[in-house]
């Protein structure tokens, strides 16, 4: 299968005994909440498996990095209160963890008078998805707070617990405090197919051979509609929706100090204007269904079709640079909520057509399948005396990062010796992401976890430098 395919559950490869996870963000969260429980004095054995090279390194890494308050999601469906629980926990973890969050408020904007006329019924949703703090306001004060607006607002609604977090960090902080925990981690194994052994557990044949499971739960993202049907399911067909985005340069940050959202249509939340943790504004996504779940490159169309909305959105904007463009693929599915399934004949959990929004219900994701495999047998307690959340690396540009504190250049002189100039990454960062308990694999889980090679110049620069040092390292070990 395609790369991203990776599940969780109970496995057994020789004498060692497991309970795995995928690496998506929600499988990540998976992993950890599970390594953090026992049973009848016992801690779980969790593996994390992943079918790349990295954790984090397919649907979660080109998430637009919206920490939803899900205001406007399906009143009564799962992703609706997952979403809003979600909300809670990872915006309590990341304060915990290190994981850069900004809360820079939202305001959807109206364009004609249809959606103008949309708000109110908005504003009436997100009561219904317990968020009280919108308001409705006329054009006049949509401009005060965002003045770069192209003309014709004729009003919004404001969001103001609508905020910016960072996608590579947080998958990463919890498969780090899941390693932390005692899982074992798994990279580069691919499922292909599913076996029952006669008794109470499932042989699940990989790549890298044969792994016996328990528990399985499948947190696959563009995946898991196949590894479902492995277990003989045909419960949903996840089409991945490719969405296409353009990042701008840091010198276009003051004209978007908030996110700028449309009024959102039966094909998605529509194109958005927003600035990134990293100091950049993002503009997009598009929305086109392909078949191949592979295909994150990005098209000609794509670009016209966003410098278009960007002219209309914010021209502005598009006088400023562009640093990078990128595309990410979500879990679309024929279905409007999260396809959540409990078979516990099977002993087999699905987390299925998890879009967008998978990022910021990833711990509430974690903390309901908790909750469903109890009711299914596998009663748990958590664990006394856990390690402390990792303290993640600062990545975000609203806090201080490494070149900028003098005392940790004193202690450290390798933090005051700047490898990226675009990104200001020095080589203290990169030391330490390399030496980290979950490095890099490559060069683009370098880029991840310290942003060198990805500011304006896009590694012109600093390229061969950083390719240097990554290939000082020995060869990543593959599995924990």
Not at 199 to 205: D, Y
Not at 393 to 412: H, T, V
Not at 430 to 449: E, N, T, V
Request: net charge negative; proline share 5%.
């Amino acid at each position: 299968m395609n790369g991203g395919v990776s599940r969780s559950g109970r496995c057994r490869t020789g004498r060692s005994t497991w309970r795995w996870s995928a690496a998506a963000s929600w499988g990540a969260a998976v992993a950890r909440e599970l390594a953090g429980r026992e049973r009848d004095g016992r801690a779980l054995s969790v593996a994390l498996v992943e079918a790349r090279s990295d954790v984090g390194d397919g649907t979660s890494k080109a998430n637009t990095a919206i920490l939803h308050t899900g205001f406007d999601a399906t009143p009564g469906t799962l992703e609706s209160r997952l979403v809003r629980r979600g909300y809670e926990l990872l915006g309590g973890y990341a304060e915990r963890a290190g994981i850069p969050v900004e809360r820079t408020g939202a305001v959807l904007v109206a364009w004609t008078e249809e959606e103008l006329a949309a708000l109110p019924a908005l504003a009436d949703k997100a009561v219904k998805n317990g968020y009280r703090e919108c308001e409705t306001v006329g054009a006049d004060e949509v401009y005060r707070l965002v003045p770069a607006l192209g003309p014709g607002a004729l009003g919004g609604l404001t969001v103001p617990g609508e905020s910016i977090i960072c996608p590579w960090t947080t998958t990463l902080a919890f498969a780090t405090e899941a390693l932390a925990r005692g899982t074992g981690v798994l990279l580069n194994t691919r499922v292909e197919g599913v076996q029952r052994d006669g008794g109470e557990e499932t042989v699940l044949l990989t790549n890298r051979g044969p792994l016996r499971a328990r528990w399985v739960v499948n947190a696959a993202g563009l995946g898991s509609d196949a590894v479902d049907r492995l277990f003989g399911h045909e419960r949903f067909t996840v089409t991945p929706r490719r969405g296409e985005l353009l990042v701008f340069d840091k010198m276009a940050r003051p004209l978007a100090n908030r996110i700028v959202l449309p009024v959102p249509s039966s094909r998605g939340k529509g194109v958005l204007i927003s600035p990134t943790i990293y100091g950049n504004v993002m503009l997009g996504p598009t929305a086109e269904d392909l078949r191949d779940r592979a295909d994150t490159s990005t098209s000609e169309e794509g670009f016209a079709f966003l410098v278009d909305k960007g002219l209309a959105l914010m021209p502005e904007l598009l006088k400023e640079e562009v640093t990078a463009s990128y595309a990410g693929l979500r879990a679309a599915t024929e279905h409007g909520d999260y396809q959540v399934h409990l078979d516990a004949a099977q002993r087999y959990l699905v987390l299925g057509g998890i879009r967008s929004t998978g990022l910021t219900s990833s711990m509430a994701l974690a903390e309901h399948a908790a909750g469903l495999l109890a009711e299914a047998g596998l009663v748990t307690s958590v664990r006394d005396e856990l390690p402390e959340p990792p303290r993640m690396p600062n990545i975000g540009e609203a806090f201080p990062r490494p070149y900028m504190r003098d005392d940790l250049i004193a202690s450290d002189p390798a933090y005051g010796t700047v490898v990226c100039f675009c990104e200001r990454v020095t080589a203290g960062e990169i030391r330490d992401a390399l030496a980290s308990p979950l490095p890099p694999a490559d060069i683009d889980g370098l880029r991840r976890r310290t942003r060198a090679m990805m500011g304006r110049c896009q590694g012109f620069f600093c390229g061969a430098e950083v390719g240097r040092r990554l290939a000082l390292v020995p060869d990543s070990v593959e599995e924990s």
